[in-house]
Nanobody, 121 residues
Framework: VQLQASGGGLVQPGGSLRLSCDTS????????IGWFRQAPGKEREGISY????????YYAGSMMGRATVSRDNAKNMVYLQMNNLKPEDTAVYYC???????????????WGQGTLVTVSS
């Protein structure tokens, strides 16, 4: 069992959604969990990451101001709260683990299966 992303679904424009990343089955001593997304026909892009140790965060431009990443170490969960969703946010969303604080896809060694978010009226 590796990382498990969940919480995707269909949401109307302007709506909100919270994605979860379950790291309970993940035994690697990761440094950060990142969130990425891949829209149809587009390359995967970074959204945000959160450091495991102190909870500090970084946001890329793709959803800055509309997304909030958080963690609950006691529950081994990382969350991505997304607000004011737009149709262009439709994508498969992934969580991934890295041993450094980075938003570069190639720095992430372990990936969960994606969860589909569809923003449509």
């Amino acid at each position: 069992v590796q990382l498990q992303a969940s919480g995707g679904g269909l949401v109307q424009p302007g709506g909100s959604l919270r994605l979860s990343c379950d790291t309970s089955g993940f035994t690697w001593d990761y440094y950060a969990i990142g969130w990425f997304r891949q829209a149809p026909g587009k390359e995967r892009e970074g959204i945000s990451y959160i450091r495991r140790s102190d909870g500090s965060t970084y946001y890329a431009g793709s959803m800055m101001g509309r997304a909030t990443v958080s963690r609950d170490n006691a529950k081994n969960m990382v969350y991505l709260q997304m607000n004011n969703l737009k149709p262009e946010d439709t994508a498969v969303y992934y969580c991934a683990a890295s041993n450094i604080a980075s938003m570069a896809e190639y720095d992430y060694d372990y990936w969960g299966q994606g969860t589909l978010v569809t923003v449509s009226s």
